[in-house]
DNA sequence: GAAATAGTGTCTTTGAGACACTATATG
DNA sequence: CATATAGTGTCTCAAAGACACTATTTC
């Protein structure tokens, strides 16, 4: 809060949002509209506002708000990056947040044209991102992987209401293989983080169990792996 | 870089560093010399120099060197702590890290008395930390609980060459339970990152196999959790 | 030999994997 | 009826828990 005569590290904060779309892994990017990296894609983030933001994931949350009108459904911290060369203005030190959100489209309801845009995970490659940005990326989905083998987080994946299947394709998807439709039925009973509800059809075939999460309910963690 | 002239929060580091000494799981903490919180005891850290720290890592390496003449055997980020309250001189933004080391003491070498001081861990809640210290640690102490479930992590708490049973003890240290000296025994030989050496003897009873790691080894993750 | 610590053998328990089988929907 | 998706029954498999038993050392 002093008034520094040395230099200070620029610290900021990055956000990689992930939903599923077409049973596939996509991340939030913004297209950036100034130096450096003018016109690259880049993870929505920003600096923090000591007189808005109450901590840094309310900074997380306004920024995203803010750049892409979306707000996630689940926020955690996924580590911090640092050192002279990740940005070309000199030492930065970033908090990067991971996010999850059930798919929803993105129209450049911000600004002028596609500003704002999901992107297939397996396309990035293909892109040039900003920064150390698809560094952290790659960190933010290992992550994400880890924890769908122990955790029940990928919930946030779905709209309030689900049925097995659609969580069992959402797993799958982010770990890129198939599971057993029995062991996360185990798991779900096992959770007890959901009510049930009525009914629904799908495609062709038999109506399924509509899930619900539990008001209030904290995330299960099992003590084994899924599927490793 | 850029000289700012709105207020910036203050961005520091703080570690939380281990050790088990006398069966009990030990913080070290510094006196502080300074407004606030003068004289209150605190974790070892403060500012990125830009100009000696090539990451945020690299600068706890340095604080806690600096400060402790301490080295940690591993270190690891846990969590940013933010706010405009936790310290009364204004918004701050501290990236916790935690720390392991075998028990080293520590004479204050660094200034006159004791500065410098391993406290037990069930000790802490009898003195006040300074801002959000106590908090901190706690965070730390839930972390290296949960990695001793699932990793070997427990081993940067050993010489380089130790048995079975100090193992089984300092994760029994680290857990506040029991565990099973045939798992861990399971777990040393599946995870391949020892070597044998010669023998050793312990107080009254059979020599015990000496281990060591081999060098240049990854800490093995499991996909269960033991004795939880 | 008694006590103490090190290490093994092996049965039980827990929870995931595999996969066949039943249930209910649509055309 | 065929086909598709939902859900169950149940056997197998992997790894941890329990715990008795053997091995080696000191006194």
């Known amino acids: ?13 990055d956000n990689v949002m992930f939903a599923i ?17 003018n016109n690259y894609w880049s993870l929505p983030g920003g600096v923090v506002d000591v007189t808005l933001d109450k901590d ?23 580590e911090v990056f640092s050192g002279p060369d990740r940005d070309p203005r000199g030492y930065s030190i970033s908090l990067a947040f991971f996010a999850l959100l059930p798919y929803t489209p993105v129209s450049s309801n911000i600004n002028s044209v596609s500003h704002v845009s999901w992107w297939p995970l397996d396309q990035l490659h293909q892109l040039t991102l900003a920064f150390d940005h698809q ?18 987080l990928p919930v946030f ?6 049925t097995v299947g659609q969580l ?29 509800t009525e009914q629904k059809q799908h495609s062709g075939g038999r109506q399924a169990q509509l899930y619900q999460l539990k008001p ?13």
Chains 1, 2 share one sequence.
């Open 157 to 162: 994946c779905l709209p309030s209401t689900f």
């Open 21 to 37: 779309d077409n049973a596939k892994l996509n991340v939030l990017l913004v297209k950036r509209a100034a130096e450096p990296y």
């Open 56 to 78: 840094v994931e309310a900074c997380a949350m306004r920024k995203l708000q803010q750049k892409t009108g979306l707000t996630p459904a689940y926020l955690e911290q996924l």
């Open 135 to 152: 560094h952290i990326i790659h960190h933010a989905h290992q992550r994400l992987q880890q924890k769908a083998l122990y955790s029940m």
């Open 168 to 196: 069992k394709t959402v797993i799958e998807t982010i770990l890129g293989k198939e599971i057993q439709r029995k062991s996360l039925m185990r798991r779900i009973e096992a959770s007890n983080m959901f009510t049930l």
């Open 216 to 228: 209030g309910v904290n995330i299960t963690h099992f003590n084994r792996n899924m599927g490793a």
């Open 1 to 13: 809060m002093t008034e520094q005569h040395f230099t200070l590290p620029l610290f900021t904060v």
